[in-house]
């Protein structure tokens, strides 16, 4: 299970043993978190809704969940990806190329970025598009081999991964709340409802 099962399902500690926040001076160096619990801290703090999967069957489970709950049975999923078509085939789900005709869109991504909870995509997941173009409700499939520290760790990965051909139209998705129009500073942002269904695979 990795890291995220001391994260998830760690015992409480017993009384007197846990230390206090107040109990280290304020020039005490920061405690440095492991990268995945880093990502799934700042993620959830950006409003994203976190699914952790042991494997492809919960996976599918969370999937039906996710469509049950927000009654997307009978909507469309705009699927860009041509071998998530593939495999949502069989699924009952009903999927389509065209934005317009699509309530969700189902995607991967690049990376997840541990230091500000943000996704990275590129034209491999998005083509051209611009994220206001997309649905407002995303479910995005990843890893946790995915997660890296920083952007730049995430932009060189991408380099490595696709020497032949660097994609384009790389951005980082960060707010999944619905904006509040007096919050000048993030009013216009293209804020998505994300879930995230992540497979351990370390």
Excluded: H
């Excluded at 994260?7 to 926040?21: I, L, N, V």
């Excluded at 005709?101 to 996704?119: K, P, Q």
């Amino acid at each position: 299970m990795g890291l995220f099962s001391k994260f998830f399902k760690s015992k409480p500690a017993k009384t007197g043993q846990s230390p206090k926040s107040n109990d280290r001076g304020k020039y005490m160096p920061e405690i440095k978190l492991p990268i995945d619990e880093k990502f799934t801290i700042n993620f959830k703090g950006n409003g994203g809704k976190f699914l952790y999967c042991e494997n492809t069957k919960e996976i599918d489970t969370y999937l039906n969940n996710i469509i049950e709950e927000n009654n997307w049975q009978k909507k469309k999923a705009f699927v860009f990806d041509p071998i998530l078509l593939e495999k949502l085939k069989n699924t009952g789900i009903k999927t389509t190329t065209i934005i317009s005709e699509s309530s969700y869109f189902i995607t991967t991504c690049e990376n997840l970025i541990a230091n500000d909870g943000s996704l990275l995509i590129s034209s491999n997941q998005i083509a051209e598009k611009k994220l206001i173009e997309l649905p407002d409700n995303f479910i995005v499939y990843a890893t946790t081999s995915q997660i890296t520290d920083n952007i730049g760790e995430g932009l060189r990965g991408i380099k490595a991964k696709n020497k032949n051909k660097i994609p384009t139209n790389i951005t980082t998705i960060k707010n999944f709340k619905t904006v509040d129009e007096k919050d000048f500073l993030n009013y216009g942002s293209s804020s998505k409802n994300l879930y995230l269904l992540l497979l351990e695979d370390l």
